[in-house]
């Protein structure tokens, strides 16, 4: 049996470096918070979402409270990526629509466990 969130993700291939394991393992006994990011650019989660939303579950299994951030506020504001072409920004109706639809499918897929934020609710108040 696995013991702990490290041995876990080498176990899956999952795990190529770690900064600090000691910390990471502190983390895991003091239940804290590990968040992923997603981005809001469809109405629906696809497959390049899958290792993201495993990940979340994992460290759930593993103690942490996991937090899934969908980026309604940073997704207005364009791809930062360095691409050559920018992706095309969507209207705010359209990013609202994308946020609800991914939150209900994620819900779904990860249960009620874990944590779900729109970085709209505390981006939007920045001028």
């Not at 990940?55 to 409270?65: A, D, I, N, S, T």
């Amino acid at each position: 049996m696995v013991k702990d969130i490290i041995e876990e993700l080498k176990w899956r291939g999952l795990l190529k470096q770690v900064t600090n394991e000691t910390k990471l393992l502190k983390a895991q006994a003091l239940k804290k918070r590990v968040y992923c990011g997603f981005d809001p650019t469809g109405d629906s989660l696809h497959v390049g979402h899958l290792i993201q939303i495993m990940l979340l579950k994992r460290f759930e299994m593993f103690g942490f409270q996991p937090i899934a951030i969908i980026g309604g506020g940073t997704g207005m504001i364009g791809d930062p990526s360095g691409k050559k072409a920018e992706r095309i920004l969507l209207d705010d109706q359209t990013i609202m629509h994308n946020v609800q639809a991914i939150s209900t499918q994620m819900q779904q897929l990860i249960g009620k466990n874990v944590r779900m934020v729109n970085n709209a609710d505390w981006l939007q108040k920045m001028t």
